[in-house]
Each structure stands twice: as structure tokens, then as C-alpha cells.
């Protein structure tokens, strides 16, 4: 039977003078409320949560912590809500449990959409409370090291989650020991194979690294000894497994080419040793070019702080060397766990204030993508390891993936100087946006007020940040474009009945034809209306103020009757007088014509012009030619009986130039069942290429089909009907 007094002794080490009753009490709550419950290895859950509980402890976290590592399952298994937990333990513990929670309740329309929302819940809880990613973190713990009880495709999911998600987190926050922990058992269970021969490998030469491992700590010890340098500890440990293999993927070489095996570590008293140590270490071992790193003059955003070298060590074998004092060495173990002066309300030190800041801002730049792919792309793309440390002209370091531009930096600082960069100088030269920058270089963007993000620089940014920022800036102003057109259109046609929006809104019409229209705002209609997905035929059914609106149909009715009789004349017309809207196939012997300035298809709105001598020409409802006509002109028409037809549509297509572009445009429209009439190309002076296309299609939905096939190939920038 499980046992709380080795956790109690585990907290009475460090938690001093602190009543430790909670922790029975929590203890006590989970026995009666999970009573019969069985964690997934078969054993009772109470104790799967003694064991969540015990890693946070020994990372000597505080109270209310710890508590809650007790009581994270309560919510998930519905034995206790947030309320209770909050009367009973407080409301910090209730709202870390709540916040580790994951959504379980609420239905999305795909499993994308249920992960993102998931995470999306679980990165605003920990932007509140770090606390409550910590206990999130000691709990998969947990869940990898009882993985092999799962089946194939639970342990393949929750590997690649822990990969992508758990582990880039615990390093976010400075935990290296567990990040390192988490992606070894991923990697185990998502390449098994690589996995086992590599572990066996490392196994079976054990006993000879330990030898070497010996062999050059005594080396150093003396080395040292001989500067004067009394080092509190020097540790030789073989790298954890996925590193090793992430070394031998990127550099595409066997495994008995990596060298550096065995990381050394040597721990000094003060940051001037740390320095000297260095300078010891060089004298005698040749150090690898491009290998020193120094971290100690200008830490990593999650606080960690180190000299590393890489130098040919003893029998010509290359060697890892990290130099650090003691303090930085438990910052570099512990991360955000090291200065718990949060629990205490002591005074925050400047760089866990830097690291909380950080991470506020990584919740909050993704709280702002909405669509569930995009945010899970974003989200892989903040949690990068980074590849090159690029430093502003102040000396402040920049962490950004490998092939980052100048853009990508600029956006690092902040969305203004991303969104108004006009070019860059890297360490004093004039670059290209495009240049890509390296680890040392030093920056400064150039900015104008009067720039903008253009659609281009999404081909060329690596981070997701830059790449969200853009996206976000193009979206806002393709919403400004549409907003302004709407309102232009809904001026013009409430103008027409003596009305404007303005005396909707005072008149209480504007509620009435927003629910009928579907909007939730003024804003959003007009934005709706400009965009095109509220037609103008709807727009004016519902826009005209109801005491118009009868007596305009009527008005219409009786006006379009006589028109149809009149003008066409000697039987052309419709034989039955009270008939209004007239067939596009067969109308009675009436000349119809499909007008060639908007080329409408079936599915669109449409309105017929009565010509003089040429029958009723028609048009799409918005057609620009149509509105400038006289609608007293102006025939309701409708399509029938056309399934068998093919019409022409005009098509714009803006595309970034390159080779063989013209035959996969052409390929896509083929792969549609579409077939290209007429076809002019043409290249602007920024290498845009834009495409006339007339092609033949059955209806508006085979047209739109195609529309999204085309905007769907890579360098497509815009494809809109003409």
C-alpha cells in the first residue's frame, strides 16, 4: 500500500517552518475520491499521483505545488470540481489543477481542433501560474515511464506530443534535466529501432568511456591544480541518447564519428575562474573553430548561463567542456525551479523576470492565431531550438532557427520594427531581407513608417512569429479594403430609397437586418458585403428599410411586365403577363445573351438588361457595367435547365515567377475538368508573374473549386475572377 511519509520527509528537507498538513489532507482526499480507480499499468491512481507529487517536491518546489500534483486528476476523472478544491486547499491549488486539466467535456469539429484548443488552454493557465506547467511536466513524466502499458498508437501520440510540446517546454523554462529525460523515452518509443541500437552501442562501451572519462578528469584536475584553480567539482557523463542521434542525423555520419560521447563539466567558485578555467583548458587542448560559446555575458532567454568549448582532448578525441559556477549550474538544472521566490512573494531577480516575460509573450503571440492548424504550426515553431544567436547593436542577444533573415530578427524585437522594415545592416555592411543571418552577427534594421509586411516575405521568414505577424497585417488590411468597399456599396444603395446607415442605426432597422444577414456587427456586414460573400441582389433585399419595401415590389413587378411586353415585341416576349422572372434557357422566344464584361455562370446572382434591338443581355448582380445602367432596365432573371452546359469565366492569377509555373497552373485547371480557352501571361518588374485565363466551367461551384486548387500550389499569390 502507498505511503505519504516519504513525501512528507522529501518536503520537511527544504520546507521549513511550513505546516505540512495540507499534504496529508490532500493525501486523505485522493484515497476516498479515487477509491477503485486504476491507473494504466493496473496499479491503484492514488499512486501514479504520489509519484507527480514526489517529482515536484524533489525539485523543491512549494507547498501549493505540490498539493496540486497531489489533486491533478481530480477534475480530469470528475471526482471533485474546481469550487471544492478551491473552498478546501485555496484557490491557488484549484486553479493549477484546473489549469493542468485538459478539455474533455467540450465537442470540436476535428481532432486538430480539440489538441489546439487543448494546448491553447494549458499555455494561458501557465502564462497566470507557471506552476501550472510544472505540474503538467512531472505528470507526463509519469505517463512515459509507464508507456509501454498503452498500445501502439497511444504510446506513437503521446511520444510525438511529449517531442513536440513537453520537452521544448521543459527547456523554455530551463529544466535540462527533464527536457533531456522526456526526449530520450520519446525517442525510444518513436524509433524504436534507432533507439536500441544506439543505447546497446552506448551500453557496451561503458566500460571503456568510463576509463577515458576518468582519464580526463584527472588531466583537468591538474591542469587546474597548475593555474591555481580549485574547481568544486569536475563531472564527465556520456550526452543523453537523443542528442547523440540528433548529432548523427544532421551531420549524416556513424555513430563512432561522434567523438564527443562524454560531456565535462567543470564547476568553479566565481565567473573571473570561469574565464580562467577556459583559458587553462586552451593552453594545451586545440579547441574546435566556431565551437566557444559563451553564455555567461549574454545568457539564453531561459537563464542559462555557461562557457562551452569544444576541444581534440586527450588521444586526439574530441571532448565537450561546460564551465560554470555553482549557482549557474543549478539554474542550468533546475531552470524557473531554482529561485522560487514566487511562492514567497520575494523580490523576483532580473532574469526570472526576463524568462517570465518571455513566456507571457509566447502565450500571448499565440492566443492570437486562431485557426487550429496554424496554431499548432506557430506553436512548433516558438518552441525551436535555437540554432543562431544574433545580437542587436545595444548587445542584446536575439535566439532564432537556422536560415533566419533580417525580418525574422526585426519581428524578435517587436511587431512595429518587423512591420515597418525597410532593410538591414548585419555587422555594418547593407544586406538583402532575404540574407540569412549567423550566430555572432550583429544587426540593425532599418525602418520607415510609411512600410509595410509584404505577401513575399512569408516565402523567406523562418520563424513562426514573423510568419503570424504578416499573415495578421495582410488579413487587417484585406479586412480594411472590404470594409470600406462595403460601406461604399450600402451608401449607394440605401441612397436610392432617401436612406443612409446612420438613419438605420437611429431607427432601429440595423438589428433586424443584421440578424437577417447573419452578423454579429455593423462592421462585420460591411466587411462581409466588400468581401463579396453577401451579394448585392441579398444585400439589397435586406438593406431596403421596410416601409419601402412593399410597395418597391411592386412598383418593380408591374414596371418589369410591361418592359418584357413592350420592348420585345411581336411575340418575342413572355405570353403569360403576370410571369416575372424569365428562364435563362427557352424563355418564350426572348433573345438572351450572357454579357461578356462579367461572364457570369450558373450559381451566380443575376440580372438581365433589356438592350434596344438585342433582346435582355446578363449580367453577374454586382457587374460594374450593370450598375452604372439605368435600373429601370433592369429584368429579373434566373438559371435553368443548364447542367448540360459549359460557361467561360475570366480568371487573374498573381503568382511569385518561376520555372515550369505556366504547366502546373495549366495541369491543375486540366485535373479540374476545366479547359482553358485563352490564356496571356505577363511579368512585372518585382518577377510577379500574372496570368489572363479564360476557361470553361460547369457552375460557380466547380469554379470556386478550382479557385482553391490553384491558390493551394505554393507560389499562388492571388486568383480572382475577372
Known amino acids: 500500500m502507498s505511503d505519504i511519509k516519504p513525501l512528507r520527509s522529501l518536503a520537511a528537507g527544504y520546507l521549513y517552518g511550513i505546516d505540512l498538513a495540507p499534504i496529508d489532507q490532500a493525501w486523505e482526499f485522493i484515497r476516498e475520491r479515487h477509491a477503485g480507480q486504476y491507473y494504466v499499468t493496473g496499479e491503484p491512481y ?20 505540490i498539493v496540486a500534483g497531489l489533486l491533478h486528476g481530480t477534475i480530469k476523472e470528475s471526482v471533485a470540481t474546481a469550487e471544492e478544491l478551491s473552498k478546501k486547499f485555496g484557490p491557488d491549488v484549484a486553479n493549477i489543477v484546473d489549469g493542468a486539466t485538459r478539455i474533455t467535456k467540450v465537442r470540436y469539429n476535428s481532432q486538430l481542433a480539440h489538441e489546439a484548443e487543448n494546448i491553447r488552454k494549458l499555455l494561458l493557465a501557465m502564462g497566470a501560474d507557471i506552476r501550472v506547467l510544472l505540474v503538467k511536466l512531472a505528470d507526463r513524466l509519469q505517463d512515459m515511464l509507464s508507456l509501454d502499458a498503452e498500445d501502439e498508437e497511444v504510446r506513437r501520440g503521446k511520444a510525438r506530443e511529449t517531442m513536440d510540446l513537453y520537452a521544448p517546454l521543459a527547456s523554455r523554462i530551463g529544466i535540462e534535466w527533464l527536457k533531456r529525460e522526456l526526449e530520450d523515452l520519446a525517442f525510444r518509443y518513436l524509433l524504436p529501432a534507432e533507439y536500441a541500437d544506439l543505447a546497446a552501442h552506448m551500453e557496451s ?13 584527472d588531466i583537468l584536475h591538474q591542469k587546474l591544480k597548475a593555474s591555481k584553480i580549485v574547481p568544486v567539482r569536475i563531472i564527465g557523463r556520456p550526452k543523453h541518447l537523443y542528442s547523440i542521434y540528433k548529432k548523427l542525423v544532421a551531420q549524416r555520419i556513424p555513430l563512432e564519428r561522434v567523438y564527443d560521447k562524454v560531456a565535462f563539466r567543470i564547476i568553479v ?6 574565464y580562467q578555467a577556459l583559458g587553462t583548458v586552451h593552453a594545451d587542448w586545440t579547441p574546435v573553430p566556431g565551437r566557444i560559446k559563451d553564455w555567461i555575458s549574454a545568457p539564453k532567454s ?11 582532448g586527450p588521444h586526439g578525441q574530441f571532448i565537450e567542456i561546460q564551465i560554470r559556477t555553482e549557482e549557474m ?3 542550468a538544472q533546475e531552470g524557473v525551479a531554482a529561485h522560487w521566490a514566487y511562492k514567497e512573494g520575494q523580490k523576483i531577480s532580473t532574469g526570472d523576470a526576463r524568462l517570465f516575460k518571455d513566456i507571457k509573450r509566447l502565450v500571448q503571440s499565440l492566443q492570437e492565431v486562431e485557426d487550429p492548424s496554424e496554431f499548432m504550426e506557430s506553436l512548433r515553431g516558438e518552441l525551436f531550438e535555437p540554432d543562431v544567436f ?5 548587445g542584446e542577444v536575439r535566439e532564432l532557427p537556422r536560415g533566419s533573415t533580417p525580418i525574422d530578427f526585426a519581428y524578435a524585437i517587436h511587431t512595429v520594427v518587423g512591420d515597418t522594415c525597410v532593410g538591414a545592416k548585419v555587422n555594418g555592411q547593407i544586406v538583402q531581407l532575404k540574407h540569412e543571418l549567423q550566430s555572432g552577427d550583429i544587426v540593425e534594421i532599418l525602418t520607415q513608417k510609411n512600410q509595410h509586411p509584404r505577401r513575399s516575405w512569408l516565402q523567406v521568414v523562418k520563424t513562426s512569429r514573423a510568419r503570424t505577424r504578416i499573415r495578421q497585417y495582410l488579413r487587417r488590411e484585406e479586412k480594411e479594403r472590404s470594409l470600406k468597399l462595403g460601406r461604399e456599396i450600402c451608401e449607394r444603395e440605401l441612397k436610392k430609397y432617401d436612406a443612409n446607415l446612420r438613419g438605420l442605426l437611429k431607427s432601429g432597422h440595423l438589428r433586424l437586418l443584421l440578424k437577417q444577414l447573419k452578423c454579429n456587427t455593423l462592421d462585420d456586414m460591411l466587411v462581409r458585403v466588400g468581401s463579396g460573400s453577401i451579394t448585392v441582389p441579398h444585400l439589397l433585399r435586406t438593406l431596403q428599410p421596410e416601409e419601402f419595401r412593399e410597395a418597391e415590389e411592386r412598383r418593380r413587378i408591374n414596371e418589369m411586365v410591361e418592359r418584357a411586353q413592350r420592348l420585345a415585341g411581336g411575340g ?3 405570353s403569360t403577363p403576370g410571369r416575372t422572372t424569365i428562364n435563362i434557357d427557352g424563355v418564350d422566344g426572348m433573345l438572351i445573351k450572357i454579357s461578356q464584361c462579367c461572364r457570369p455562370v450558373p450559381g451566380d446572382a443575376i440580372i438581365g438588361f433589356i438592350t434596344t434591338g438585342s433582346g435582355v443581355s446578363v449580367h453577374k448582380a454586382d457587374c460594374h457595367n450593370l450598375q452604372a445602367t439605368d435600373p429601370a432596365r433592369w ?6 435547365g443548364a447542367a448540360n452546359s459549359t460557361y467561360r469565366a475570366g480568371l487573374l492569377i498573381r503568382s511569385e515567377n518561376r520555372k515550369n509555373l505556366l504547366a502546373d497552373i495549366s495541369g491543375t485547371i486540366s485535373a479540374d475538368d476545366a479547359d482553358i480557352v485563352e490564356l496571356n501571361a505577363r511579368t512585372t518588374v518585382e518577377n510577379i508573374a500574372e496570368l489572363d485565363v479564360l476557361i470553361e466551367v460547369v457552375n460557380l461551384a466547380h469554379l470556386q473549386r478550382l479557385q482553391q486548387h490553384l491558390l493551394q500550389l505554393p507560389e499562388v499569390m492571388e486568383v480572382r475572377r475577372k
Request: aromatic share 4%.
Open 390 to 394: 544574433a545580437l542587436t547593436p545595444t
Open 205 to 217: 562501451t561503458m566500460t571503456e568511456r568510463q576509463a577515458y572519462v576518468d582519464e580526463v578528469i
Open 302 to 312: 531561459n537563464n542559462y548561463q555557461s562557457l562551452h568549448t569544444t576541444v581534440s
Open 572 to 574: 418575342r416576349g413572355s
Open 329 to 331: 549550474d543549478r539554474v
Open 269 to 274: 567558485r566565481t565567473v573571473k575562474e570561469c
Open 46 to 65: 492514488v499512486d501514479h499521483l504520489l509519484a507527480v507529487a514526489s517529482t515536484l517536491a524533489s525539485m523543491r518546489l512549494d507547498l501549493d505545488t
Open 635 to 640: 429584368l429579373d432573371v434566373s438559371w435553368s
